[in-house]
């Protein structure tokens, strides 16, 4: 189960990992199986907008049931579609749907998904290894797609 201090240890896991460069900052959302926040963790001194593309990154995951690297593929190939189904989400969900890397599915051992994990900050491969190691970390299968 997905559990308040299962998501702080996935958000301390993740803000342990490698980076790029030393002086990127990052921003680690978590939510569950609803879309529901469940802990945000950002750096000090990241930018405050970080806080919220993770937390669109994770919610992303969940609307969509995919991985956010799937969610891009898609924009990329219907991007108007995209723009409209993110309007509906930011209207009458509260949060826009973004189609980039770092928003990854967190499954447990049977293979259902139970929520998920945004990061923000980094370039889009480092954010998507981020999140897999948070999830790992925490003893949950990664599922970035």
Known sequence: MLTLPKAQEIITAALTGERSDATRRVAVAVCDAGAHPLA???????????????????????????????????????????????????????????????GVIIRNGEGRAIGAVGVAGEAGPVDEALAVRGIEAAGFVADPG
């Open 40 to 102: 945000l963790g950002r750096e000090e001194d990241a930018a405050p907008l970080l806080a919220h593309i993770a937390q669109a990154k994770a919610f992303t995951c969940i609307a969509y049931g995919k991985p956010s690297k799937l969610v891009m593929e898609w924009a990329d190939g219907s991007p108007n579609w995209f723009q409209g189904i993110g309007h509906v989400a930011q209207s009458r969900m509260g949060l826009g749907l973004t189609g980039s890397l770092g």
